[in-house]
């Protein structure tokens, strides 16, 4: 017990890419100014069109404080009621829907999660059920959009609780062995205990959090917006049309290749705690589907010429994301031996130790999308965001908040899978990195 909680202490001090007195002030700053941030983003979105200007203003004739506590709604008991039927369908369907079983990759301490791959079709009952409960007249999406800020309110409070329990979780019961604390409250709280924290044998946390909750919310919101701009003004003009058809092709091909999600870092190596969890619980819903919050009230007409161009763009953006993904997939999957644009793929084969001391062997693809950067695919993510939020055109700048922050998280995320990997796979990283030398975009970076 001793031995393995020293080496998870070892672990988690590697996992510090930065230097320890950043990494603290980094967290705290996250840890305090997240949640206020998802309530001002909204704010602004709904209430001041989208100018940070606007709420600068306000803030400024009623005091920071003051005004900021005005602005912030209290958590209603509509908006427990939504959160609660949201999280217990999703909950069911993930236990209940039938799935293919697939293994996810094996743990530092040599585990093998277990998961059932019924994403696609909790994702394909979710979206029917939803538009069924508005088509028949039983259940208003409007009503969602009109509570949002009580909802964000009920979501941040209600997750904080949640990452609480995740955290004494950790230390009364974890589920496995890939468990154990940093011996610092605040990075256990932040960065999370457990890697496959599980209710009963079945109950897979993280899917639910990262996939069912958060996924899924984007999926349904972005729908919620559609439906409320429908409703409020008779149509939905071309530019939300673009938003919504982009976001919803994007989550589709995210629960499409869910289990492939299952080997990332989201889920292999990052740990539930509040980094991830809350991430996922509160910053998915609130600041991934922004554009298309600030739609609702901005209806621009793009014209057909510039919507399918965009349209055309940012399917192609998607397209290619989700290929590097399958290519570096396929490729693990088959050991080596899928084809890759054609041809066998170039590769390394790289061995590293477990925690436990035994040694493994992994295969590094150093062709196709893999050849031409180490993270080529976060380019076409970063740019499929820019194509659903370009249909706001650029009378504000907080429409492109996401696109911003996908871009310092993905870069910081290439430089912590780097170092991460560095340590894992030592000399062999090394000859990867002479071969393949820049990070994420070829030639510059
Ligand atoms: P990746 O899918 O890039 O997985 C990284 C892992 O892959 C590494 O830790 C390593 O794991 C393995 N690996 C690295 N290089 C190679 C190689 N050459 N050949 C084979 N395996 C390799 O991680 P991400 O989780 O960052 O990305 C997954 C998807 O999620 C992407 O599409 C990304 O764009 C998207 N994403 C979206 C975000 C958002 O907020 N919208 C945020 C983050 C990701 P191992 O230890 O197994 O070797």
């Not at 079983?101 to 059920?129: Q, R």
């Not at 958060?214 to 409020?232: F, H, N, P």
């Not at 990332?264 to 922004?290: E, K, N, Q």
Request: glycine share 6%.
């Amino acid at each position: 017990m001793v031995t393995a909680k020293a080496e998870s202490m070892k672990k988690k001090k590697e996992e510090m890419v930065h230097s320890p007195i950043l990494t603290y002030l980094s967290v705290i700053t996250l840890l305090s100014t997240c949640p206020p941030f998802v309530i001002l983003l909204w704010y602004t979105m709904v209430h001041q069109d989208g100018s940070i200007l606007n709420t600068f203003n306000y803030l400024k004739e009623h005091g920071v404080v003051e005004g900021f506590v005005n602005i912030w709604p209290r958590p209603t008991a509509v908006a427990w009621k939504i959160i609660a039927c949201y999280a217990l369908f999703e909950a069911a369907l993930q236990l209940w829907l039938p799935g293919k079983t697939v293994e996810g990759p094996i743990s530092p301490t040599g585990n093998k999660p277990v998961y059932k791959a019924n994403g696609v079709l909790a994702y394909v009952v979710t979206l029917v059920t939803y538009i069924s409960l508005w088509w028949f007249g039983i259940f208003n999406p409007s009503v969602v959009y009109d509570h949002l800020g009580e909802i964000y309110s009920a979501l941040i409070f209600g997750s904080l609780v949640f990452c609480v329990f995740l955290y004494i979780k950790g230390h009364v019961a974890p589920s496995s062995t890939d468990s154990g604390s940093s011996g610092n409250i605040i990075f256990d709280f932040y960065w999370g205990m457990e890697l496959y924290p599980r209710i009963g044998k079945n109950f897979d946390i993280k899917v639910f959090t990262n996939c069912r909750f958060g996924m899924m919310s984007w999926a349904v919101l972005a729908v919620t917006y559609c439906i409320k701009q429908y409703e409020t003004n008779g149509k939905v003009a071309d530019s939300m049309l673009v938003n919504t058809v982009l976001m919803l092709v994007y989550v589709t091909k995210f629960f499409w290749w869910e289990a492939g999600y299952w080997n990332t870092m989201d889920i292999a190596h990052d740990r539930a705690g509040f980094y991830i969890c809350w991430g996922c619980l509160v910053w998915v819903p609130s600041i991934y589907t922004s554009p298309g919050m600030y739609l609702v009230n901005h209806p621009v007409n793009l014209g057909p010429q510039l919507a399918v161009s965009i349209l055309i763009a940012g399917i192609l953006c998607i397209y290619i994301n989700y290929d590097c993904d399958r290519q570096r997939q396929e490729f693990r999957r088959t050991n080596g031996k899928s084809l890759v644009w054609g041809k066998a793929p170039s590769k390394i084969v790289a061995s590293y130790t477990t925690t436990k001391g035994e040694t493994k062997t992994s295969l590094l693809l150093t062709s196709g999308w893999w050849g031409l950067s180490r993270h080529f695919h976060y380019v076409p993510e970063i740019m499929a965001a820019f194509f659903w939020t370009v249909p706001a055109l650029f009378d504000n700048f907080l429409p492109y908040f996401y696109v911003v922050f996908l871009t310092i998280l993905l870069f910081d995320r290439a430089k912590r899978d780097d170092d991460r990997c560095r340590s894992k796979y030592g000399k062999y990283w090394k000859t990867y990195c002479a071969k393949v030398p820049y990070r994420i975009i070829p030639g510059i970076y």
